[in-house]
């Protein structure tokens, strides 16, 4: 047997891919969402040195180094490539800068013509993504998964459309959704076509796993519109990547998306893993790992950020509820960057010390 070989057969299988795989497992695995940079202060040293956050993205060593700070001081199960969602909307043609405490701003759409034309480089204009992805394997532990991402079709498109984010801007992009629904879903199947390849070469770089941020599900609670916007894109992004040849585990995250929704969703689009709000009923959770889906989320960021007995009661509960099911723990959305760290460290713990009966 020759040394590859060999080392393939030996190699620990991350404890976040057996989880999501419905394997036994000791223990759930834990992340955290948006767990690069954010609270550390070797982030926020780091970044002081970089002109903004697309400039950081962009450079593979650096953002590789953040990628992994997190690993280095948390006993984590899995990193998450930093990059940003709209690293797609600039290789789609769209201008994006960041203004200092008001968040993403966007230039002019351009045609729908011009992105649809842009769509074939996607890969190769976001190879330093790609690179980002294989730094970070090369040096992460074997038993330690690594994710890629990508922004939701809807979400993008709200930026896209209005130019901004915050609640102004989600309320003006759903508005319009509903005034002009034919413009809307084609800006949207056009980020679902460009979106797949994305995730893609995600894979094809080292990526064991892919998540879907639809951080603005929740501004969708009308069915019809959810379904268009949200479920039917999302069920072609699977669809792309598996006709691809790429059989890693999905996570559909459709953030705080109505209960009602969240079943047809799981149904309709074939993610391997949802990720639940922080509002999200445990007898609900149970109901969806009994229907042959892993569940991931639904600690409360603020509890994190608040830390004491409340946050290890509510970790304590997450863990009897559902660890009898396949299940990863992690928070309903991200990390807040005003964390102290102490209250990331005591949560990580807990889980890790926790197992399974």
Sequence with gaps: MNDRVSETITQPRPLFLRAIARERVERPPVWF??????????????????????????????????TLQP?????????????????????????????????????????LEAMREAIQ??????????????????????????????????????????GYGGEEGRAKAKAMALADPARVEALVDLLTEATIPYLV??????????????????????????ERLVIRPHARIVQGVREAGVDVPIIGFPREAALPLIEPYVQATGVQVVSLGTATPLEFGRRLQGGG???????DPELLRA????????VQELLEAWSGGPYVFNLGHGVPPDTPIEHIAAAVNQVTRWRNP
């Design 33 to 66: 969402m948006r767990q690069a940079g954010r609270c550390l202060p070797e982030y926020r040293a780091l970044r002081a040195g970089v002109r903004d956050m697309l400039a950081l993205c962009a450079d593979p060593r650096v953002a590789a180094e953040v």
């Design 121 to 162: 480089a996607v890969p190769r204009n976001l190879a330093y993504v790609g690179e980002t992805l294989q730094r970070v394997r090369a040096e992460l532990e074997p038993e330690r998964a690594l994710i890629g991402f990508a922004g939701g079709p809807w979400t993008l498109a709200t930026y896209m459309l209005v």
């Design 201 to 226: 070469m995600q894979a094809r770089s080292g990526a064991q796993a892919l998540q879907i941020f639809e951080s603005w599900a929740q501004s969708l609670p009308e069915p019809a519109l959810f």
């Design 307 to 314: 830390g004491g007995t409340s946050l290890s009661a509510r």
């Design 71 to 111: 690993m280095r001081r948390f006993a984590y199960d899995a990193a998450i490539v930093f990059a940003d969602i709209f690293v797609l909307t600039l290789a789609l043609g769209q201008e994006v800068w960041f203004e200092t405490g008001e968040g993403p701003r966007l230039g002019e759409l351009p045609s």
């Design 293 to 299: 889906v892993a569940i991931q989320g639904a600690l």
